[in-house]
């Protein structure tokens, strides 16, 4: 197997960063500020993969750095739902999301040089029915705060989840097995 290339994730999300070492791969953070408002007209694929882009291309300091960026949204009745920006704006976005389905999408870009590689992963999450007290008491713990939808799989929001068809690691935000695919057609190793 070809060597991965060492990466520098655009990105401030400890989140990502659990991912990324998680599953051994060799990386720095270099965090990448951009304005993160979605433009009128704009589809929530075209949304992700914009910021994405402007992440990377932010990040890059040397042609040959391998930048690694991503921006991951949720999107209910095509509609983006990104960070709150208080408790009541929280408690909104998941009256939205309860007892319903939603989408995650990511969009993924890796740069190095002249390569531009730029995907979305899509993952469908389904919510249980939430009653106000639940999502109150689900606000009050703070980890709506600094996440899309205004929720975070992996905590105690799963005790809502109800299923998901697709990439968990999507919706924690950051599609790994598309990384690594990325990574590797990068490296030339695409399997035969």
């Known amino acids: 197997m070809n060597?991965?290339?060492?990466i520098v994730l655009a990105s401030q999300s400890p989140r990502r960063a659990d991912l990324l070492r998680a599953a051994g791969f060799d990386f720095e953070v270099?965090?990448?500020?951009v304005d993160e408002s979605v433009r009128a007209g704009e589809s929530p694929h075209d949304y992700v993969t914009r910021l994405a882009t402007a992440k990377a291309v932010a990040a890059r300091r040397l042609d040959d750095d391998v930048i690694?960026?991503?921006?991951?949204?949720?999107?209910?009745d095509g509609q983006v739902l990104?960070?709150?920006?208080?408790?009541?704006?929280?408690?909104?976005?998941?009256?939205?999301?309860?007892?319903?389905e939603h989408e995650v999408l990511t969009g993924v870009c890796l740069?190095?040089?002249?390569?531009?590689?730029?995907?979305?992963?899509?993952?469908?999450?389904?919510?249980?029915?939430m009653t106000d007290d639940e999502i109150a008491w689900y606000v009050a713990s703070g980890e709506p705060m600094d996440k899309a939808g205004a929720y975070g799989i992996q905590g105690r929001v799963s005790r809502f989840?109800?299923?998901?068809d697709g990439s968990y690691s999507n919706v924690v935000g950051?599609?790994?097995?598309?990384?690594?695919?990325?990574?590797?057609?990068l490296a030339g190793s695409r399997p035969t």
Request: glycine residues 8%; charged residues 25%; without cysteine.
């Open 82 to 100: 990104g960070k709150p920006s208080d408790a009541s704006d929280a408690a909104r976005m998941l009256r939205r999301l309860a007892g319903r």
């Open 174 to 185: 950051l599609p790994v097995a598309l990384v690594y695919q990325m990574l590797r057609d």
């Open 30 to 33: 270099r965090v990448a500020d």
């Open 161 to 164: 989840v109800a299923g998901i």
């Open 68 to 76: 690694l960026a991503a921006d991951t949204t949720v999107v209910v």
């Open 111 to 129: 740069l190095r040089g002249t390569h531009r590689d730029i995907r979305v992963a899509a993952t469908r999450v389904g919510f249980l029915p």
């Open 3 to 6: 060597a991965l290339p060492r």
